[in-house]
């Protein structure tokens, strides 16, 4: 018989290790939810730590484009919903680079 188990995690984050993998549920606070614990008070992190957790440059999801095509605003939540959507940008960019590499080969 197989018993399923998610397994045990940390209540928060270590500034000290490398970050864990973002979900789209980040706007949202849940049991996956990256909390950091900072002279002994909790916090989210922000949309910009979640940018460079990404390695997106600071900003990155601060403004879209409407359906009217104005320039407008993205509420923190959603900006947490488009990192966790998102893939580490400067690690897809080296996968590439090796790809083209052995593609030369």
Known sequence: TYTFSEGGMSEYDSLELPGRTMLTSE?????????LKIDGKYRLITP????RLQDFPDDWTRYKRNAKGE??????????FFMGNA????????IGDELQKIDAI
Do not use: C
């Open 71 to 80: 320039v407008v605003e993205v509420s923190d939540r959603m900006r947490m």
């Open 87 to 94: 893939l580490v940008t400067g690690i897809v960019k080296r």
């Open 27 to 35: 706007g949202s606070v849940n049991r996956s939810t990256h909390l």
């Open 48 to 51: 910009i730590e979640a940018e």
